[in-house]
């Protein structure tokens, strides 16, 4: 089984709607984590991350993630969509239980419709 | 800007076949990763470098190989190509590893026939 789960595979949804994308991980002990996006023909690239402090973090674009220890979640918001956020959507842990190297969940693709 | 650079971004192979896919970054990056993308899957991590002629295997190593003769390049070997190989790999560096971002190439999707 994933060690990272997004529970959603796909997510259609209109212009302005919000958007929540859910991430749970399954690693106890001392993680950190990424959600990383990957816009149609473009590089993966990091949208936010979190390692400490403010277990709210904001990332670019206006996106958010708040981590919740114990519901081992990172879950992904942005309260006003745009059609450019049309993209694919990844969660990603880093763990120390797991040799530190990132795992991934098995992405979200989001469509905004205009 | 980091820029991660990838040999192809398309490429068609017979079963069988040797593969090399070449990777560069011009960061001074410590860390190369490779990685490949299926759908429903995400990124599942096969081999990582930390340092020059460094490598450690990821989570799916099997049928792979990889070679860090400088620190700006890692390839990535598919000694003998398998139509279960056909897939999207991404190439990423990294400064350190943990809390560290992980700058990503364009990909290669790789068709093996």
């Known amino acids: 089984a994933q060690s990272v789960s997004q529970h959603n595979h796909h997510v259609i949804l209109s212009e302005a709607a919000s958007l929540e994308l859910g991430c749970n991980y399954s690693?106890?002990?001392?993680?950190?984590l990424f959600w990383y996006v990957q816009y149609p023909g473009q590089h993966l690239q990091l949208l936010l991350k979190?390692?400490?402090?403010?277990?709210l973090v904001k990332g670019i674009k206006g996106f958010e993630a708040e981590f919740i220890k114990s519901k081992f979640s990172f879950n992904l918001r942005k309260p006003s969509v745009q059609w450019s956020d049309t993209a694919e959507y990844f969660c990603?842990?880093?763990?120390?239980?797991?040799?530190?190297?990132?795992?991934f969940g098995g992405g979200t693709r989001v469509l905004v419709k205009p | 800007d980091v820029k991660v650079t990838q040999s192809s971004r398309y490429l068609v192979k017979r079963t069988g076949e040797k593969v090399f896919l070449e990777c560069v970054q011009d960061?001074?990056?410590?860390?190369m990763f490779w990685y490949r993308q299926d759908p429903g899957l995400g990124l599942r991590l096969i081999y990582f470098?930390?340092?020059?002629?460094?490598?450690e295997k990821g989570d799916i190593p099997e049928g792979y190989s990889v070679s860090r003769e400088k620190k700006e390049r890692f390839s990535l070997i598919l000694e003998s190509a398998s139509t279960n190989q056909t897939s999207m790999y991404l190439c990423?560096?990294?400064?350190?590893?943990?809390?560290?971002?992980?700058?990503f190439g364009p990909g290669t999707r790789l068709l093996v026939l």
């Open positions: 990423a560096s990294s400064f350190g590893l943990d809390q560290e971002t992980q700058y």
């Open positions: 690693y106890g002990g001392t993680v950190n």
């Open positions: 979190y390692f400490s402090g403010d277990p």
């Open positions: 990603a842990v880093n763990a120390e239980a797991a040799g530190n190297k990132l795992t």
């Open positions: 960061m001074d990056h410590e860390n």
């Open positions: 470098s930390y340092d020059v002629k460094m490598k």
